[in-house]
């Protein structure tokens, strides 16, 4: 039969301290029967660090949009610390009717913190006119530590990660500090 990709065990031996990495596809994170379940097991674990969660939501009928995300990037609501965070437009924004799918990414990765704003329905079928927008916020470790709670409790980190995205979610959202 055909392998499909779930995940991703690599150890390090003593070249790195005797640390293993688990990497867990998308898809598989969609099998996961019960989150707590799992934080409880990466909690068991020696000197566990997470570092790097992908906190994703899909408004299929496009109700929130990579326009939208633009239009909140003007206006300079994913400003941190009193200025907008680089972003960039990959795709095909100067077609008046994108074919292949948009996507505006703010902030960078080598910073911590990071959203895709994308056209997954137009990604995956070109030409359709699929609606489908994922949006996508990319935690990583660097100066932050991440809670294992992430795992567990989604949504208020996917909305602390920048407040306009209340909108797609209406709950209280929680910031992961940085040193």
Not at 36 to 60: G, I, N, S
Request: hydrophobic share 35%.
């Amino acid at each position: 039969g055909k392998h499909h990709h779930v995940a991703r065990v690599d150890y390090g031996g003593n070249h790195h301290k005797g640390r293993a990495r688990l990497d867990i596809s998308g898809s598989a994170c969609a099998r996961v029967k019960s989150w707590p379940a799992l934080a409880m097991w990466v909690e068991q674990q020696a000197d566990y660090k997470l570092t790097r969660v992908d906190l994703a939501v899909d408004c299929l009928d496009g109700e929130w949009n990579v326009e939208h995300a633009r239009d909140w990037l003007q206006a300079g609501e994913f400003n941190s610390g009193g200025r907008n965070p680089r972003h960039s437009c990959p795709g095909d924004w100067l077609n008046e009717t994108p074919t292949y799918g948009r996507t505006l990414e703010v902030g960078r990765r080598e910073n911590g913190k990071m959203l895709r704003a994308y056209e997954k329905g137009l990604q995956l079928a070109p030409a359709s006119g699929d609606k489908w927008t994922r949006w996508e916020v990319e935690l990583r470790n660097i100066d932050r530590d991440l809670p294992l709670d992430v795992l567990t409790h989604c949504d208020k980190y996917f909305v602390g990660a920048y407040k306009c995205l209340e909108r797609i979610l209406a709950c209280a959202g929680e910031r992961i500090a940085t040193h």
